[in-house]
């Protein structure tokens, strides 16, 4: 069974820093897409980062340049977060994607990923 598990959310003061972690187990997906969306409330699911398999194209929503980074660790089969200088904009629940079929490319749509984690929670306060 295909499960991608969350980790590293919280509460955090603005101007903060957080690390979330995705770690995937059931399969390897070290040559597959993965990304990070966020939902805040009242808000539809949106783009925050997408990695391709090899980490040499990655891509980010324009309000997040220069402040959040993506990785990936395929030894480890996780996906990383680096959330940096936060704001209380950012308050929603964060989830890990990951697509079934390998591909070179990053894909920025929901309805590309099949598999999702649970999400992750992080509060930014002002």
């Known amino acids: 069974q295909v499960q991608l598990v969350e980790s590293g959310g919280g509460l955090v003061q603005a101007g903060g820093s957080l690390r979330l972690s995705c770690a995937a187990s059931?399969?390897?997906?070290?040559?597959?897409?993965m990304a990070w969306f966020r939902q805040a409330p009242g808000n539809e699911h949106e783009i925050v980062a997408a990695?391709?398999?090899?980490?040499?194209?990655?891509y980010y929503a324009d309000s997040l340049k220069g402040r959040f980074t993506i990785s990936r660790d395929n030894a480890k089969n996780t996906v990383f977060l680096q959330m940096n200088s936060l704001k209380p904009e950012d308050t929603a629940v964060y989830y890990c994607?990951?697509?079934?079929?390998?591909?070179?490319?990053?894909?920025?749509?929901?309805?590309?990923?099949?598999?999702w984690g649970q999400g992750t929670q992080v509060t930014v306060s002002s």
């Open positions: 994607a990951a697509k079934r079929f390998p591909s070179y490319d990053y894909y920025t749509r929901r309805e590309e990923y099949n598999y």
């Open positions: 059931g399969r390897t997906f070290s040559s597959n897409p």
């Open positions: 990695i391709s398999r090899n980490t040499c194209s990655t």
